[in-house]
């Protein structure tokens, strides 16, 4: 199995960090714009990525597996593209001084391919857009987030 793991820290109370990871307007702030759902355990959350016209680039459903305040997220995917399809995304939390630590994996890819290192950068840029949208007021979801390469 293959994992995707980043390490930010964030100068932003723990409290905070955990809303924008475990709440759907928080993951919309960061993530993408166009995020619905429930976000409670056992429950769907929907992410679609539109290019700025509207069109949309693609889709993809989550359950919210766990939601411990101040401490973890966990997401498992099932729908989307086929090498997300179970596998799990898992924030830990701590608090260090003025810093919450977010530890994020994107675990069991079921092998490396091109497509893992494009989300590897990716989640690398929404990380950033996370510490931006807790530490200035303003993250950059889609269709607002940086572009890495051709295929977004």
Not at 83 to 97: A, H, K
Request: with cysteine; aromatic share 12%; hydrophobic share 40%.
């Amino acid at each position: 199995m293959v994992n995707i793991s980043h390490r930010v820290g964030i100068k932003a109370p723990v409290s905070k960090v955990y809303e924008a990871l475990s709440t759907v307007e928080g993951i919309a702030s960061w993530w993408t714009k166009d995020t619905t759902g429930f976000s409670k355990p056992g429950e769907k959350v929907n992410v679609r990525f539109l290019e700025p016209d509207g069109k949309e680039k693609g889709s993809m459903d989550f359950e919210v597996i766990e939601l411990v305040p101040k401490s973890k997220v966990q997401w498992r995917f099932t729908a989307g593209p086929a090498e997300w399809i179970g596998t799990d995304v898992i924030f830990d939390l701590s608090q260090d001084g003025d810093y919450t630590i977010v530890l994020f994996n994107h675990k069991n890819w079921r092998e490396l391919v091109e497509f893992t290192y494009h989300c590897s950068m990716k989640w690398a840029i929404f990380m950033l857009s996370l510490k931006e949208l807790l530490e200035t007021g303003e993250g950059r979801p889609s269709p607002n987030d940086i572009k890495i390469d051709n295929w977004n």
